[in-house]
């Protein structure tokens, strides 16, 4: 099986973590430090406050702007739930706005019908790897006086007009899950240009701890390992590498598959896609239905994945918090629940890989039992 995903961890990772573990020094330390300082001058931020997962950095970066009860924050409707729950976990309300077709990523000009006065921010997603809209949602925050988030966890090295994600809003949010571009096993980053943000972020990140069993704010235990962190330097070292092979992958894809009904992802000439995921949608005149060609997929070796395959708003949580579909209204979304379809992209795929899932989908019609 050609698996969807797959870690890219070698003897440089290795070799590091060993290092540590042989200091004895394994909590955070010198080397979340040195992380810290290759991901502000990697990414282009002042402040950068490495985390023990990407949901915990959406958290700090809400709890760090004041984002209370009684608040709502805008968030698309099609990304993968943590998004959402991070406001949740603030008693505040997430809004859900409706995506762009083409992109996925969510619709400025929907964000902007979805403004009350109770509206404190709005969470872009990169999704995918593929930059949303920069200037239309820092154009509406400017113009409501609202918090920009941007939520990086799928696009470390993807940029816009040539500067990387998460340096254009307020606070920025990555994660470091073992499937991202880049991995720690876990681990996330926020990142802001504000140092009052950034020394903010790092008290809620350590128990509120201003200096050794000084406590000047309710904080929590949010800290990464060196263990973590040492991975992590080695793994930023090969980034563009590994990204470099996701774009090459994806143009492959992009050049040789062609089947009709089947659409491959578009890409906006401005920014540099790092394909997170390479994410198809199956359109009517495709010869099978999105859950058949799934089928199909596995059936041959070829590992693919639905991401996602409900909207927010249509997960149990949420509609057991009162979310309904004539509420919400995101068509789009729904849609693109029903037709999305994730195939293999990552660096560990070889020439041989490419060309067996090019040949494998472009023969689905000559397939038996198709």
């Given at each position: ?9 070698g003897?440089?990772?290795?070799q590091?973590?060993?290092?540590v ?14 992380f810290?300082?290759?991901?502000s ?17 959406l ?12 608040d ?21 309300k997430?809004?859900?706005?409706d ?32 930059p949303?809209?920069?200037p ?8 409501h ?28 949010c ?12 876990e ?5 802001t240009?504000s ?6 972020c790092?008290?809620?990140r350590?128990?509120?701890e ?24 080695v ?9 470099e092979?996701?774009?090459r ?10 089947v ?12 540099t ?7 198809v949608?199956?359109?009517d ?7 058949e ?5 596995i059936?041959?070796g ?12 249509k ?7 009162g ?13 693109l ?16 890989d ?10 689905i ?6």
């Amino acid at each position: 099986m050609i698996p969807i995903a797959k870690p890219m961890i070698g003897d440089g990772e290795i070799q590091a973590v060993t290092e540590v573990l042989e200091t004895g020094m394994l909590a955070q330390g010198r080397m979340v430090a040195e992380f810290e300082g290759a991901l502000s001058g990697y990414i282009g931020v002042r402040g950068a406050t490495v985390v023990s997962n990407g949901t915990v950095a959406l958290d700090i970066a809400l709890k760090s702007l004041g984002i209370k009860a009684g608040d709502e924050v805008i968030v698309p409707a099609f990304t993968f739930i943590s998004t959402a729950n991070t406001v949740l976990f603030q008693g505040a309300k997430p809004v859900f706005a409706d995506v762009d077709m083409a992109t996925f990523n969510i619709d400025p000009a929907d964000v902007v019908e979805r403004i009350t006065d109770k509206t404190k921010a709005i969470i872009g997603v990169h999704l995918f790897g593929h930059p949303f809209d920069v200037p239309g949602l820092r154009d509406i925050c400017e113009d409501h006086d609202l918090h920009l988030i941007e939520d990086c966890a799928q696009s470390i090295g993807a940029e816009y007009d040539g500067k990387q994600t998460g340096g254009f809003g307020t606070l920025g949010c990555f994660s470091f899950y073992a499937t991202k571009n880049m991995t720690t096993g876990e681990g996330g980053l926020v990142t802001t240009g504000s140092d009052e943000l950034s020394k903010k972020c790092r008290l809620i990140r350590n128990h509120g701890e201003s200096q050794k069993y000084q406590h000047t704010m309710l904080g929590y235990n949010y800290r990464m390992t060196d263990m973590q962190a040492a991975i992590g330097i080695v793994q930023l070292k090969r980034l563009n590498e590994l990204n470099e092979s996701r774009i090459r992958n994806a143009a492959y894809f992009n050049k040789h598959l062609n089947v009709s009904g089947l659409r491959t992802p578009h890409k906006k000439r401005n920014v540099t896609h790092v394909y997170h995921q390479y994410a198809v949608v199956v359109e009517d005149d495709f010869p099978v239905t999105r859950d058949e060609f799934m089928e199909y997929l596995i059936g041959a070796g070829v590992g693919c994945a639905v991401h996602y395959p409900l909207p927010i708003y249509k997960q149990p949580l949420y509609r057991e918090l009162g979310y309904t579909e004539d509420d919400v209204r995101c068509p789009n979304a729904a849609e693109l629940s029903d037709r999305i379809l994730s195939l293999p992209v990552h660096p560990a795929i070889g020439a041989e890989d490419l060309a067996y899932i090019v040949d494998t989908i472009n023969n689905i019609e000559n397939s038996d039992g198709m």
